[in-house]
């Protein structure tokens, strides 16, 4: 049985490319969530009318991969200290209380081992909008990653 993990990180193409690459996740989705439209497009998103974050929706296998691995390599990707833009800004979206739970801990974690500020929110996984086909494995399809 696979489980969903949700992380905004940046621009999601090589978000999605690295985090494909572990083993124990068996797929991972571009989109965006946690805006205020329904159905955003990447111009919307871009606007930054619509409040809406690039994300990942990791589905992963739990017996192989745990949740607690793929936030330690969220953290990798990225600079939790720098404030980015709703549509770039750093968020873990939690879908049970486990994650939500695993997720507040390491949050903390990250906060006491940073010198400055660090601006990642963990909230509740809202919907979950698919991005375009064109940005689905973009970096593959681009000879990239």
Partial sequence: MTKLATFGAGCFWGVEASFRKLDGVADVIVGYAGGHTENPSYPDVCSGATGHTEV???????????????????????????????????????????????????????????RHEVYTTVEPA??????????????????VA
């Fill in 126 to 143: 809202p919907v979950f909008y698919r991005a375009e086909e064109y940005h689905q494995q973009y970096l593959s399809k681009h000879g």
């Fill in 56 to 114: 990942v929706q990791v589905e992963y296998e739990p017996d192989r991969i745990d949740y607690q691995n793929l936030i330690d390599h969220f953290w990798s990707l990225h600079s939790p200290t720098f404030r980015e833009k709703a549509q770039y800004r750093s968020v873990i979206f939690t879908h049970d209380d486990e994650q939500a739970g695993i997720a507040a801990h390491a949050l903390k974690d990250k906060q006491a081992s940073e």
